[in-house]
């Protein structure tokens, strides 16, 4: 016969045990209100490249995730979609999609789907196709191209701090990202500095990831991001420590960092890497340059001084003089026309931007149009030229990052008076007028977006 012994238990200890239930389910609603934020988006989508019959889309998801993007566009409206790929961690979960079905001159709605579930991006995921416009008469598209340069976004705990040894964040007024969308550009170009790697960043690739996530996940930016094509070079504070240079050991991680997070039309020329590309947009065509990868050391006074390294020079003026565009438009990180040396500026290695110059005149390239950054202060720089057109630098920057407010009293020989401006800002690039009388705009937008000074330079006056 089996005896039974009963417990009696204690109201302290159904207390006990009512509170241990209470913590598990608080806890396990934590998990899962956790386990649900990291599901999904962490940052995009971004539009990059589009052209007439392809177009790129980079997003990237907070974990491990199978994806996929479906489109359609204003005319047919027949729903299409690409493979579906999985994001891998080591790749900072970021995937570019190539979508492959585009037409010419079409508007497209996108979706992104995540582990089958549509994603609901709270910002418009559109972009229009690149229409055909040659042999199609003398009335052309109209053209605006946004620049700018210089991004930095805080983030806490690993800023600067000052005398009082309080965290001092270095970056402001995001809402010019705002401002940039509002003037409805047709594209957006990154002239370099477009995040700020950091000490605890640049030393391995995993910082550089985590650096690059936290910039891309700006909200202020994303309305921008995932309705404009953006394209983007770097300069050094994207590359690697300040002033860095082709010595620096971390570049060929640099370069799979930035070819994750911008899903660029190429990278790097001539067989050798970089993020050196090309794109047309109607009848001007940009030529990115890579002022890092191949540029020798600013102290270095013998052997081979350079900023973009030989290969690319030839590259450069092949692709110049094989240009077809009205406009053939140079964007490079360092300011090109300047004698200043207050920044990183090709001023540091005059041999070499003579020769740049002496080779655009001797094979009688039409057209040239500098577009550069990093200075953090706007101004326009002119260079007349015996016998043949002048030539600009349209420098942009900074976006969000530190400004130069003293740049009136900095010397420049090239600078075109009452175009100096230290806030934050962007530049306009638009061209309009008929074929054969095409005219160039460049405008500096102050961060709310109202225009701060004008210049028109007609088709003319670049041949």
Not at 159 to 179: K, L, P
Request: proline share 4%; aromatic share 10%; hydrophobic share 35%.
């Amino acid at each position: 016969m089996r005896s039974v012994i009963k417990v009696k238990r204690s109201s302290t200890c159904v207390m006990v045990d009512r509170a241990c239930v209470l913590i598990a389910c608080i806890l396990i609603a934590v998990s899962a209100q956790a386990t649900f934020a990291q599901v999904g988006l962490r940052a995009g989508p971004v539009v990059g490249h589009v052209d007439m019959r392809s177009a790129r889309i980079w997003i990237q998801t907070w974990a491990e995730a199978n994806v996929r993007i479906t489109y359609r566009d204003n005319i047919v409206g027949k729903g299409l979609s690409t493979r579906t790929i999985r994001t891998r961690a080591e790749d900072g979960n970021c995937l570019t999609f190539d979508l492959d079905s585009i037409e010419p001159g079409r508007k497209y709605e996108y979706h992104v789907i995540v582990d089958n579930v549509l994603d609901s991006t709270p910002t418009p995921t559109t972009f229009t196709s690149r229409p055909i416009w040659k042999y199609r008469g003398n009335t052309l598209p109209p053209l605006t191209i946004a620049v700018g340069s210089c991004n930095y976004v805080n983030q806490e705990g690993y800023e600067r701090y000052d005398s009082t040894g309080r965290e001092q964040g270095y970056g402001s007024e995001h809402e010019i990202f705002y401002a940039i969308k509002g003037a409805n550009p047709d594209a957006m170009i990154w002239l370099g500095d477009n995040t700020y790697l950091r000490e605890p960043d640049w030393n391995s690739r995993s910082g550089m990831i985590k650096r690059y996530s936290h910039t891309r996940a700006l909200t202020e930016s994303r309305a921008l991001f995932s309705s404009v094509p953006n394209y983007a070079t770097w300069d050094d504070h994207d590359y690697g420590p300040n002033d860095s240079d082709r010595s620096w050991w971390g570049k060929k991680d640099a370069l799979e960092i930035f070819r994750l997070f911008w899903p660029n039309p190429s990278f790097g020329v001539m067989d050798k890497p970089g993020v050196t590309t090309s794109f047309e947009l109607v009848d001007v065509q940009f030529f990115l340059l890579d002022d890092r990868y191949y540029r020798s050391s600013n102290d270095r006074k013998d052997g081979d001084r350079t900023i973009l390294g030989e290969h690319q020079i030839q590259w450069l003026i092949d692709a110049l003089a094989s240009s077809t565009a009205t406009f053939r438009v140079i964007v490079v990180g360092s300011q090109f026309l300047t004698d200043n040396l207050r920044k990183e500026c090709f001023s540091r290695i005059p041999e070499e931007r003579e020769r740049i110059i002496e080779l655009i005149t001797e094979n009688k390239i039409p057209g040239v149009l500098f577009v550069t950054g990093d200075i953090h202060a706007a101004e326009l720089s002119k260079l007349d030229r015996s016998g043949t057109y002048p030539l600009y630098d349209f420098t942009s920057s900074s976006l969000t990052a530190g400004s130069n407010k003293d740049i009136a009293n900095q010397s420049n020989k090239y600078r075109v008076p009452g175009t100096e401006y230290g806030g934050h800002n962007f530049g306009l690039i638009s061209v309009s007028g008929d074929k054969g009388a095409r005219v160039l705009t460049l405008r500096i937008m102050d961060k709310d977006g109202k225009a701060v000074w004008k210049r028109e330079i007609g088709e003319r006056e670049l041949r």
